[in-house]
């Protein structure tokens, strides 16, 4: 199975995202990582483009065709990266499954973008002008949302396991 994660920074996705992976002993892969990985790496000068993305691609096929479960964490804001995602599932033909992770209480998802502290390092993060100007595009199909406001992470993810066992995911509370 192939979890895709979608949203912001600071709606709380690479917490749920982590800890779902860590629930299924699933193969965890963060864009944030790999493109700052990328970044040290001093390999391309500028913009990275999609670089991250088609890595992670190809990192989570090698994967799926290996019977693994994937969870991928990246803020996936267009159809584009939300197509290709869905299109690494069909080629290793396994079930995905899209989460977009929102917090619909402006006042609470600015204090996270403002006080987040980052676990990768050099990984410079967005302050909340360049979260809110974000070109994020609305979805147009079905997709599990998980709304973060005023919810604990241990809530958002009882919420996420039960919406993804309505769907035929995985029903365990633990690891394997």
């Known amino acids: 199975m192939l979890v895709i994660f979608a949203g912001l920074p600071g709606t709380g996705k690479t917490t749920l995202a982590r800890e ?9 892969l963060r864009i944030d990582s790999i493109e ?3 970044r040290n790496a001093e390999v391309v000068a500028g913009s990275l483009d ?3 993305y088609r890595a992670a691609y190809a990192v989570a096929e090698d994967n799926l065709r290996l019977a693994r479960d994937v969870v ?3 803020v ?7 197509d290709a995602w869905r299109e690494v599932g ?3 033909g396994v079930r995905t499954v899209e989460v977009e992770v929102v917090c619909s209480d402006a006042a609470e998802h600015r204090q996270r973008v403002e006080s987040r502290v980052t676990d990768v390092p050099g990984l410079v993060l967005p302050d909340w002008q360049a979260v809110m100007k974000r070109d994020y595009h609305p979805w147009n199909r079905d997709h599990i949302a998980i709304d973060t406001a005023g919810t604990s992470i241990q809530q ?6 039960a919406l993804l066992a309505s769907r035929g995911g995985p ?6």
């Open 20 to 28: 779902l992976a860590r629930e299924l002993q699933a193969v965890y």
């Open 36 to 38: 700052q990985g990328i």
């Open 50 to 52: 999609d670089a991250g």
């Open 72 to 74: 991928a964490d990246s």
């Open 76 to 82: 996936n804001p267009w159809m584009l990266t939300r």
């Open 90 to 92: 069909l080629r290793a």
């Open 156 to 161: 958002s993810l009882a919420q996420l396991r």
């Open 171 to 176: 029903e365990r509370d633990g690891p394997r």
